[in-house]
């Protein structure tokens, strides 16, 4: 346990979790990273509905959605945090788990507020299908990061967090790295976009690119490009700063930096206090609000098992609407 308010101490215990040498690539940096993004990628702002605030992924309809699918592991990393540090926020854990993890495998210093509310129920959920799909085009990203309040260019910065991680054909379809250090953060993502050979992978899963690393051996694994993806050096408007980032490191820093503290920040609006409305129609006086953690012992009443689509949600729905009740 720490003091109220000790993001620090909750910094220190993210990086402790970073280290995983049998899952994946032997970091939980990437899929942090994406919890954090689609945590806060649901927002419309039209409707002013959906982003970072409120934790909404602990809920089966949300946590569910098929794009979501796989999170849970980014989940379950982060519940030894929440039950050493209970009074933080599952919306703040997350984004800043996001942070940290970006920062610590290279990437640049992300500025990062605390103040999100966690949802006392699944009423203010946002409707599945905001999130992109990988199988689609220019267009179909415009329409999305659009609807977040992105441009062109803050489109292109974001992508370049594919410089992490990998695709995983049991969640989404696709299957590999986009990068051969999927650990550490850079703009090699850019470079190979505009650099590799890139050919329709030949398998029977979702259409996506494949390519050979330069210098691969026949039995190195084959790198990726999403058909989203490709469409950054496809479109006119997109390709210019796919070059821009991938001549200057720099430049590609700073942009990723503003772009992802522009993300977490949607749906967010603190008050004078500096925490966020959880419900900004009704005006329900503000509070520091975290959700009880989930339980930590398997196979206990909505507990779930890791590989589910949504592990947490019942079990804490089921906790927040006993909180409820007692108030
Ligand atoms: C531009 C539209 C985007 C599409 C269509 C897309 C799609 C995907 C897909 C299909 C995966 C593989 C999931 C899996 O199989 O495990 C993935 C992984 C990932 N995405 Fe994106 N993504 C997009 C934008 C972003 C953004 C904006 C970020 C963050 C700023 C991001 C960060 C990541 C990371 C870090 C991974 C690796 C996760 C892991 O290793 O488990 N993506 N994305």
Known sequence: MSQPGDFDAVRKDIIAVLKQPKYDDGSA??????????????YCKETDTGGSNGAGMRYEAEGGDPANAGLQHARVF?????????????ADLWTLAGVVAIQAMGGPEIQWKPGRTDFVDDSLLPPRGRLPDAAQAADHLRHIFYRMGFNDQEIVALSGAHNLGRC????SGFEGPWVNSPTRFSNQYYKLLLKLQWKPKKWDGNFQYAAKAPGADDDDEELMMLPTDYAL????????WVQKYAEDRDLFFSDFAKVFAKLIELGVYRDETGIARADKMKKVPSEYKSAPQKSQTPGAPGAGKDGEAAPLAK???????HAEAKL
């Open 78 to 90: 982060l519940e030894p945090i929440k039950e050493k540090h209970s009074w933080i926020t599952y």
């Open 168 to 171: 995983h054909a049991d969640r």
């Open 315 to 321: 079990q804490n729905r089921e906790g927040v609407m």
């Open 233 to 240: 050096i496809q479109d006119d408007k997109f390709r210019p």
């Open 29 to 42: 940096g990437p899929v942090l990273v994406r919890l954090a993004w689609h945590a806060s990628g649901t």
